[in-house]
T-cell receptor
């Protein structure tokens, strides 16, 4: 019954390291979204899953970014060879899915990634 | 591509007063949804209110209401009887059916005693 959870809440990485960010959506939510929020900006779309299928990854900024949701529940966003410009808050959101309609997205608290 | 514009980077209002946050958007679609999200300093994004474009009636949630002008592509948020806990970043967002949210840059609202 809890909301969307994300871990870790804070991550500091040295440039060139790989990181993995985890998202636990609300139970029963079919749709899962990842967003990137730079300091002082609105969130920007990264990628979208419907169950385990990644239907849209058009927002991923480079091939260093990779997301998966193998069992249609928990999702992991992986960033390889981190760069300073990857520093941001990464938000996960989930929602129900109904054909032809749109349900509200519920957001997690985010993971603040700082790349030194 | 859809764009969402929030022209007020910062606003301030006294407790118990009313404030209106502006939002305009650009789309060629006819079926879409509009949202206002609140992001307090703790950074958890919380839904304030949503509006379906096919509905002519403006959405209302307690002290929060919207003025949706479809022809003008305008979607403003009115907060009545402002409270200290309303202090936050407010994001206007647009969504086509089944797609991701497209956010504006946000308005930082400060409610003062």
């Amino acid at each position: 019954g809890a909301g969307v959870s994300q871990s870790p809440r804070y991550k500091v990485a040295k440039r060139g390291q790989d990181v993995a960010l985890r998202c636990d959506p609300i139970s029963g939510h079919v749709s899962l979204f990842w967003y990137q929020q730079a300091l002082g900006q609105g969130p920007e779309f990264l990628t979208y899953f419907q169950n385990e299928a990644q239907l849209d990854k058009s927002g991923l900024p480079s091939d260093r970014f990779f997301a998966e949701r193998p069992e249609g529940s928990v999702s992991t966003l992986k960033i390889q060879r981190t760069q300073q410009e990857d520093s941001a808050v990464y938000l996960c959101a989930s929602s129900f899915f109904r054909t032809g309609s749109t349900d509200t997205q519920y957001f997690g608290p985010g993971t603040r990634l700082t790349v030194l | 591509a859809q764009t969402v514009t929030q022209s007020q980077p910062e606003m301030s209002v006294q407790e118990a007063e009313t404030v209106t946050l502006s939002c305009t958007y650009d789309t060629s679609e006819n079926n879409y949804y509009l949202f206002w999200y609140k992001q307090p300093p703790s950074r958890q994004m919380i839904l304030v209110i949503r509006q379906e474009a096919y509905k002519q009636q403006n959405a209302t949630e307690n002290r929060f209401s919207v003025n949706f002008q479809k022809a003008a592509k305008s979607f403003s948020l009115k907060i009545s009887d402002s409270q200290l806990g309303d202090t936050a970043m407010y994001f206007c967002a647009f969504m086509e059916v089944g797609y991701a949210l497209n956010f504006g840059k946000g308005t930082s609202l400060l409610v003062t005693p």
